[in-house]
């Protein structure tokens, strides 16, 4: 028999996912899949956007109940510790000695695979068989594992869409309509267990305070400064409430403003007003204690020496979020994916250049200057 193994966080499950497995299952002409939703997995950080793996089992159920030949199993869940890929293979394995094993992967999975632990355990159980994706460029990746463990990935014809599950979860906090991207037994599940719905407090008084433009920009600078932070290692939860309130005031007249207690200090430049208000009010207005998130509000627009990694991630997700259209933009976005922090500079360099005042060519902030010149020095001494 033929067998496919195709595992996964599915937090939440989307169509993708049910397309991939579908589509592996028919080319290949697997006999069985085997879906197996992660219990603890060593690639995925908490960031309170994660629902209970209980549920995650449920709504893989749901998904894949109509596909014959496909079921889902509670193995990884029911398992104590991280979800490792080839002692799940090694299980599977004992259970079907006799059998082909394929392990069915997503083209960004896939990229990453010589990172994952015991690489080439996991193919001395199984052959790989990937899905590609939009967006990404896998002949590298090929073959470099192929010339690493002799072995060759088999391709599924089907080119996945990309759909990103961080974007959906962050969708579903904001309250955005999902429906092209999940199952609608999944979204009545996630709808009836008031799943991915964490940031509620801050969010329902964010709609009433911005615009619907700043509203999406809002949710897409969400959206990058949590796929920065997983890449950076820093902390999710305090990059989601960072990246929630840094426009936070940006449509408050300084009327309002002072109504809630905020006075603008008479050497605040006008294009980083809304910074200064917006860390005041996420401190009393949002009760956000954290010096760190509020410095990372504080300083998205002019940017300082010495910034913490959240406020550079939060400056940079704030620069290059999808919506962002400006020239030079999709440059910035490339260096940031090959080096963090040669792409923060760089879009530092842009904010200096930007905020020139035309008669008399300085920056319309010293803090921008003086963060500029500083992480050039840094960059000299390296």
């Known amino acids: 028999m033929k067998i496919g193994i195709f595992g996964g966080a599915f937090d939440p499950v989307h169509k993708e996912h049910v397309n991939i497995c579908v589509w592996a299952k028919r080319q290949f002409d697997l006999d069985k899949v085997i879906v197996i939703p992660s219990g ?23 998904a894949f109940s109509a596909h014959e030949g496909v079921t889902v199993s509670d193995y990884e869940i029911k398992k104590p510790g991280p979800s490792y890929t080839y002692l799940t293979l090694r299980h599977f394995r004992q259970l079907y000695p006799n059998d082909k094993l394929f392990f069915i992967m997503g083209g ?7 990172s994952w632990k015991k690489p080439g ?11 590609g994706r939009e967006g990404f460029d896998l002949s590298d990746a090929a073959q470099e594992v192929e010339e690493r463990f002799g072995k060759r990935a088999l391709f599924c014809s089907y080119r996945g869409k990309k759909v990103s599950s961080t974007a959906i979860k962050v969708f579903l906090e904001f309250g955005v309509d999902v429906s092209e991207y999940l199952d609608e037994g999944v979204l009545r599940y996630i709808k009836r267990h008031n799943l991915y719905s964490n940031y509620r407090f801050y969010i329902d008084r964010l709609k009433r305070m911005l615009s619907e433009k700043r509203y999406v920009h809002t949710i897409f600078t969400v959206i990058k400064a949590l796929e ?3 890449r950076v290692g820093c902390d999710l939860k305090k990059t989601f409430i960072a990246a929630a309130l840094h426009d936070c005031t940006k449509k408050l007249s300084d009327e309002k403003l002072r109504e809630l207690g905020f006075v603008l200090a008479v050497d605040v430049p006008e294009a980083a007003a809304h910074s200064v208000s917006g860390s005041f009010i996420a401190r009393t207005i949002f009760k956000v204690k954290d010096r760190d998130i509020l410095n990372s509000i504080r300083y998205h627009t002019t940017g300082r020496p010495g910034m913490s990694l959240l406020e550079k991630v939060i400056y940079v997700a704030d620069c290059i979020e999808e919506t962002r259209n400006y020239e030079g933009v999709e440059e910035l976005r490339k260096a940031v994916e090959e080096d963090f922090e040669k792409g923060f500079l760089m879009c530092m360099e842009l904010t200096m250049n930007q905020l020139m005042e035309d008669d008399c060519k300085r920056p319309v902030s010293d803090l921008t200057f003086k963060a500029f010149e500083y992480y050039k020095e840094l960059e000299r001494k390296a």
């Open 121 to 131: 355990a996991i193919l001395s159980e199984c052959s790989l068989i990937v899905c």
């Open 228 to 230: 920065l932070a997983r």
């Open 108 to 114: 960004d999975s896939f990229a990453g695979f010589l």
């Open 40 to 62: 603890v997995s060593p690639h995925k950080s908490s960031v309170g956007l994660t629902a209970d793996a209980h549920h995650g089992l449920e709504m893989a159920k749901i």
